[in-house]
């Protein structure tokens, strides 16, 4: 079969998907190695029988809600190619706003603080994709922690980490899994703290994973109790409110938390944070309009 018929029957294939034929085509670069403007003009390329193989397991897997990114094991985020598993999230496009506001903010105050004195912690870090960001673009001398609670996760995070930054970079890094701020010894402070923690209302996380998509609950579900058996919410803002003063603690004064929540409790949060004691609170929107990003000041 030549590139041509496969895309067009991988397209029709995937009518129920959202993106049929961006899917067909990541999907194609992945088993090809070749770009999408390859197949537009070299559409009679046949591909080789294990193409072919590999090509039809992945659109039968897609055709069972496996989002693209698990299948191929990779997902571009702020410019930077990630691996994924489905032991980690898949990287949001909205996640960018993070990693800008942070480069930005550590840009404008770094002339305020001691050379190599600036610390990053990225909470609930998954893939890393982040943490490991802001240092692949600030390109300057800081340390990074990353921390999870899953073993999974982090063993990603250590991957990428070797995949996307420099052997200098890689030697600020430490990576610790706990709960939150658990693994952090108590008398470290942080200049930026940033999260992406889970804050879905857990009746919205079962309605989501029906479509397939087979993403850890555990990094969704704000509601989620303590391992202690600590009992959740019902609001999607149990992890935060267990994040909230951990954050506060280890954030140095005048140091800045950056939080990400979303539609469902964006406002709620924003609330918590100020009654943490941070100042200078501030949500900003995504490119789709919605409340994503929350930050505020230790002073």
Known sequence: MDIRSARRDGIAQLASSPTPALDIDVLLEHIT??????????GETELTAQQLTDFTGAVALRQTGLPVAYITGHKEFYGIDFLVTKDVLIPKPDTELMVEHAVNWISRNISC???GSIRIADICTGSGCIGLSVLHELRIPVSLTLTDISAGALNIARQNALYVLSPEQQ?????????LL???????RFTVILCNPPYIPAAE???LLRDGRGEPRLALDGDAGTADGT????DGLAVIRRLLPQAFTHLAHGG??????GEYNAEEAAVLIKKTGFTQVTTYRDL????????????
């Open 205 to 207: 996380v079962t309605e």
């Open 113 to 115: 603080t001691p050379a």
């Open 256 to 261: 800045i938390l950056m939080l990400e929540t």
């Open 231 to 234: 009992p959740g919410s019902s």
């Open 171 to 179: 030697r600020n890094i430490s990576f610790l899994q706990g709960d």
């Open 33 to 42: 190695g070749r770009s999408k403007s390859y197949f537009l003009s070299h």
């Open 182 to 188: 658990q693994a952090v010894p108590k008398n470290t």
């Open 288 to 299: 789709a309009g919605q409340l994503r990003l929350t930050t505020g000041i230790k002073q």
